[in-house]
T-cell receptor
Framework: KAGVTQTPRYLIKTRGQQVTLSCSPI?????VSWYQQTPGQGLQFLFE???????NKGNFPGRFSGRQFSNSRSEMNVSTLELGDSALYLC???????????FGQGTRLTVV | ELKVEQNPLFLSMQEGKNYTIYCNYS?????LYWYRQDPGKSLESLFV?????AVKQEGRLMASLDTKARLSTLHITAAVHDLSATYFC????????????FGTGTSLTVIP
């Protein structure tokens, strides 16, 4: 079956711009989580959506937001981009609070 | 907040040697994960450990979990170059959703 699909794979944006990243989970999975990976901070949890509702949120500023659609696809948005937002953004999908979580290939965001 | 400590951060080992990566976590959790990440790539699931005393093996990798000590180990047997990658442990907090807390990662280089 198809895995977790993230688009786009690479993005270059300018400071002050905004960006939207997309994640399509595995069919049937209703939980989608987002993580930011940077060399300095490692892998940090951004937020989790389940059945179109944000269920949990990490310690990130309000510039980071997300949503989930009825088909479980999720988007995350970062407004007013800063250089420090440059990172690999990963999403993970799972059925719910089940053991297995599958990660997408990630979106590499570079802010210049 | 749940904290996950992983050591060593960097590991350089010769082919054919054995070594262990350690993962300590701060509070009770019933799920411990090991992931592998190749440069520029996403996270590949290696093991999911769900109970005290759980041991899983795949090829030259074996993972174990001691929930009382809040310790998991990833043992590498007779390392080969193909095992060179970064290995992460993660603990899931399922009380509020499906949030993962990741260790800092261990960058493993196997030298021929």
């Amino acid at each position: 079956k198809a895995g977790v699909t993230q688009t786009p794979r690479y993005l270059i944006k300018t400071r002050g711009q905004q960006v939207t990243l997309s994640c399509s989970p595995i069919s049937g999975h209703r939980s989608v989580s987002w993580y930011q990976q940077t060399p300095g901070q490692g892998l940090q949890f951004l937020f989790e959506y389940f059945s179109e509702t944000q269920r949990n949120k990490g310690n990130f500023p309000g510039r980071f937001s997300g949503r989930q659609f009825s088909n479980s696809r999720s988007e995350m948005n970062v407004s007013t981009l800063e250089l420090g937002d440059s990172a690999l953004y990963l999403c993970a999908s799972s059925l719910d609070r089940t053991p297995e979580a599958f990660f997408g290939q990630g979106t590499r965001l570079t802010v210049v | 907040e749940l904290k996950v400590e992983q050591n060593p951060l960097f590991l350089s080992m010769q082919e054919g040697k054995n070594y262990t990566i350690y993962c300590n976590y701060s509070t009770t959790s019933d799920r411990l994960y090991w992931y592998r990440q190749d440069p520029g790539k996403s996270l590949e699931s290696l093991f999911v450990l769900l109970s005290n005393g759980a041991v899983k093996q795949e090829g030259r990798l074996m993972a174990s979990l001691d929930t009382k000590a809040r310790l998991s180990t990833l043992h590498i047997t007779a390392a080969v170059h193909d095992l060179s990658a970064t290995y992460f442990c993660a603990v899931a907090d399922t009380n509020t959703g499906n949030q993962f807390y990741f260790g800092t990662g261990t960058s493993l280089t196997v030298i021929p």
